[in-house]
């Protein structure tokens, strides 16, 4: 029941501090994050949760990055 609480109060933030850019990498995360968790014993929400964090982190990185072959 811990966890459950805990996963909820970090959707309820991750929600509250979204904008239109960064949706697109939490949605792809949490798709692949709460399938990997479903099939890691069965923790798809914990999964998920992470997966978004870990997409939007990507899709932050990807905005911010400088164009490919620029070093040269």
């Known amino acids: ?6 996963a909820v109060l970090c959707i309820g933030s991750l929600i509250g ?3 239109t850019a960064d949706a697109k990498g ?3 995360g949490a798709i692949v ?3 990997a968790g479903h099939y890691a014993g069965h923790h ?3 999964g998920a949760a992470a ?3 870990a997409g ?3 899709a932050k990185q990807r905005e911010t990055a400088p164009p ?3 070093g040269r």
């Open 17 to 19: 501090g979204l904008s």
């Open 56 to 58: 939007r982190h990507l």
């Open 44 to 46: 798809g929400f914990l």
């Open 26 to 28: 939490c949605i792809k």
């Open 51 to 53: 997966g978004c964090l």
């Open 33 to 35: 994050g709460g399938v």
């Open 68 to 70: 490919h072959g620029s």
């Open 1 to 6: 029941m811990r966890s459950f609480i805990i």
